[in-house]
């Protein structure tokens, strides 16, 4: 005996497609709530320079050099 009130093999496509599409929308659903994003999230090379003359790691002639190279 066949399938008797399926729609053969596009009805079986189109559920997949279907789930596909909810389990995409929940995944996009909980990065968002979660603060999560695809760019990186760490310091600006400039920012981290500041940092380092903030601390006093660098010299201010070696700052302004770096400084320099990064805002070209």
């Known amino acids: 005996m066949m399938w008797s009130?399926?729609?053969?093999?596009?009805?079986g496509l189109m559920m997949l497609v279907f789930w596909g599409?909810?389990?995409?929308l929940i995944v996009l659903?909980?990065?968002s709530f979660s603060g999560?994003?695809?760019?990186p999230s760490g310091s600006?090379?400039?920012?981290i320079l500041k940092e380092r003359y903030?601390?006093?790691?660098?010299e201010e002639d070696e700052y302004e050099r770096?400084?320099?190279?990064?805002?070209r």
Do not use: F, P, Y
């Open 29 to 31: 659903g909980v990065r």
């Open 36 to 39: 999560r994003s695809d760019a």
């Open 21 to 24: 599409v909810i389990i995409g």
């Open 44 to 47: 600006s090379a400039l920012d």
């Open 5 to 11: 009130g399926g729609h053969g093999l596009l009805g």
């Open 54 to 58: 903030a601390r006093g790691e660098i």
């Open 66 to 71: 770096r400084k320099a190279n990064l805002e």
